[in-house]
Nanobody
Framework: QVQLVESGGGLVQAGGSLRLSCAASGMIFSVVAMAWYRQAPGKQRELVATISTGGTIKNYVDSVKGRFTISRDNAKKTVYLQMNSLKPEDTAVYYC??????????WGQGTQVTVSS
């Protein structure tokens, strides 16, 4: 059974940094393109960053370009999101999933990121 467990969120001041992690199990991680998504209160979930199976191709939503970096370690079955220069508008619950996203167990509990001004 697939399980994705996000961690690393927290409360940080504007301009600060956080590193999110997502540990995968129950899937052949190395053959799945992965992504980070986020959902802010009252808003739809949005795609933040994607990474190819080998980690060489990365894409970002315009609002995080130059501030966030996605990476992966296939040996550890983990995908990361380094977030720098955080802004209050980055406040959201962050999730990892495949790209395109898959339903059910592919959505974990997420990790809350709160950026204070």
């Amino acid at each position: 059974q697939v399980q994705l467990v996000e961690s690393g969120g927290g409360l940080v001041q504007a301009g600060g940094s956080l590193r999110l992690s997502c540990a995968a199990s129950g899937m052949i991680f190395s053959v799945v393109a992965m992504a980070w998504y986020r959902q802010a209160p009252g808003k739809q979930r949005e795609l933040v960053a994607t990474i190819s199976t080998g980690g060489t191709i990365k894409n970002y939503v315009d609002s995080v370009k130059g501030r966030f970096t996605i990476s992966r370690d296939n040996a550890k079955k983990t995908v990361y999101l380094q977030m720098n220069s955080l802004k209050p508008e980055d406040t959201a619950v962050y999730y990892c999933n495949s790209v395109p996203s898959r339903p059910g167990n592919y959505w974990g509990q997420g990790t809350q990121v709160t950026v204070s001004s």
